[in-house]
């Protein structure tokens, strides 16, 4: 599709067009308000504004984009799939959170270039794609900036969107203005759905797609400080962990109370999904007796601890390898629509979800078909299955092993994709 002029657009962006270009003026206030509340890199602001920290290599470029640490990490594979195979080709990703950057820092291969995603505002995206003059650009899950998209593919760049996914509040945004969601969805060269609700969206709305791709299905399994683990191991000793995962507000609760009555006690460690709350979780679980150490704080793990909150940032892989047993949150309560559990299934760990998984239906059919994960309807059904896990471990390792086994089909994606796109380079 040609990308023709912000005049052929519909109504709906021509007027965001319009509205982001009078308020990019404001935009270094806006951000500097952001990076005195922590949720900006007060140092590189300048590249949220288009504005390059780094020189651009010579030769074809391939840009990746994902915003969050989840889409940021899926890519990893691929990048590394590009410096072993096609290292005259410079590799940039961007992303748009603090935390994002801060674990891409430690586990980009060398060479790769790392930048924050610039605002999308006319001036900034034209600052951007004219530095980098990218020959390729990915676009992982659901990231899709109109104002950005335009202009790179007026460059002449490629576009593809990997693993689309379409959230139900998604949906029924972009529903509301179909015409937009054509034209923006059509920039794109390819688009490879990582789901079967959102295959039929997008054909639903006219758009042709090339296959099914889910890039973190391909990813490798968290890293580990295997010195701190040790450490952790030592601190906790012959006591069994229950490990609660991505926990959202309520959750916390929830899943102490079924882990409450055990006998022996496990040590509860709980690593919320946002790890700025961990004062809060501790606040919460002391008010209910349990006694907490925070690991933010350095605070050990003492035969009193009770519950360990694990609220630091890039260490969700240690504490899958301390735990006997996960509880995956994010899936537990009404309002909620579960998170990957593809993360622990790498790492053959058993794991029980709650009811709440539509954001990732069809993999957690996958599991459910190979018997490789539990669902706790309710909190009685999660105390039964956490009791079940911790006090045969057979049966945890049975249920890990069969997790593993079906993250392991992933790899395939990876290679799937890095064949597609790697057709797309000059020289290909």
């Known amino acids: 599709?040609?990308?023709?002029?912000?005049?052929?657009?519909?109504?709906?962006?021509?007027?965001?067009?319009?509205?982001?270009?009078?308020?990019?003026?404001?935009?270094?206030?806006?951000?500097?308000?952001?990076?005195?509340?922590?949720?900006?890199?007060?140092?590189?602001?300048?590249?949220?504004?288009?504005?390059?920290?780094?020189?651009?290599?010579?030769?074809?470029?391939?840009?990746?984009?994902?915003?969050?640490?989840?889409?940021?990490?899926?890519?990893?594979?691929?990048?590394?799939?590009?410096?072993?195979?096609?290292?005259?080709?410079?590799?940039?990703?961007?992303?748009?959170?603090?935390?994002?950057?801060?674990?891409?820092?430690?586990?980009?291969?060398?060479?790769?270039?790392?930048q924050f995603a610039p605002i999308d505002a006319p001036g900034a995206a034209a600052r951007f794609i004219a530095h980098w003059k990218p020959d390729l650009c990915v676009f992982v899950e659901s990231e899709l900036w109109p104002n950005l998209l335009h202009v790179a593919k007026a460059s002449g760049a490629k576009l593809v969107l990997m693993g689309a996914r379409v959230s139900e509040r998604s949906a029924r945004r972009w529903d509301r203005r179909p015409a937009a969601a054509r034209a923006v969805l059509g920039l794109f060269d390819l688009v490879y759905p990582?789901?079967?609700?959102?295959?039929?969206?997008?054909?639903?709305?006219?758009?042709?797609?090339?296959?099914?791709?889910?890039?973190?299905?391909?990813?490798?399994?968290?890293?580990?400080?295997?010195?701190?683990?040790?450490?952790?191991?030592?601190?906790?000793?012959?006591?069994?962990?229950?490990?609660?995962?991505?926990?959202?507000?309520?959750?916390?609760?929830?899943?102490?109370?079924?882990?409450?009555?055990?006998?022996?006690?496990?040590?509860?460690?709980?690593?919320?999904?946002?790890?700025?709350?961990?004062?809060?979780?501790?606040?919460?679980?002391?008010t209910r007796g349990w006694t907490v150490a925070l690991r933010s704080k350095g605070q050990p793990i003492t035969p009193q601890t009770q519950t360990y909150i694990a609220d630091t940032i890039g260490e969700l892989g240690l504490f899958y390898r301390l735990a006997d047993a996960v509880a995956l949150g994010g899936s537990f309560l009404e309002g909620l629509a579960g998170h990957n559990p593809l993360e622990p299934a790498r790492l053959g760990k058993a794991v029980v979800s709650g009811p709440h998984v539509d954001a990732f239906a069809d993999l957690y059919a996958e599991f459910l078909a190979e018997r490789a994960v539990l669902i706790a309807k309710d909190p009685g059904e999660l105390a039964k299955a956490m009791k079940a896990l911790l006090a045969e471990p057979n049966l945890a390792e049975a249920l890990g092993e069969r997790a593993r086994a079906v993250a392991a089909r992933g790899r395939e994606d990876v290679e799937a994709a890095f064949e597609v796109l790697k057709m797309l380079l000059p020289g290909a």
């Open 1 to 114: 599709m040609s990308a023709g002029t912000n005049s052929d657009w519909p109504a709906s962006l021509r007027l965001y067009g319009f509205v982001t270009r009078l308020a990019e003026p404001l935009a270094p206030l806006a951000l500097a308000w952001r990076a005195g509340r922590g949720k900006e890199d007060r140092r590189r602001l300048g590249e949220r504004l288009g504005r390059a920290s780094e020189p651009r290599p010579n030769g074809p470029l391939v840009w990746i984009h994902a915003v969050s640490v989840g889409e940021s990490l899926s890519h990893l594979p691929l990048v590394e799939r590009f410096r072993a195979q096609r290292s005259e080709v410079t590799v940039l990703v961007t992303s748009g959170t603090r935390t994002a950057a801060e674990l891409l820092a430690e586990r980009l291969p060398e060479g790769v270039i790392h």
């Open 194 to 286: 990582q789901d079967s609700v959102t295959a039929d969206w997008l054909e639903d709305h006219g758009i042709m797609i090339a296959g099914r791709l889910d890039l973190k299905r391909g990813a490798s399994p968290l890293p580990c400080d295997e010195a701190a683990l040790a450490e952790l191991r030592h601190q906790v000793g012959d006591r069994k962990v229950a490990l609660a995962a991505s926990t959202h507000a309520g959750e916390e609760a929830l899943i102490a109370d079924a882990v409450r009555g055990l006998d022996p006690a496990p040590l509860l460690v709980v690593a919320p999904r946002h790890p700025e709350r961990g004062r809060l979780v501790a606040l919460s679980l002391e």
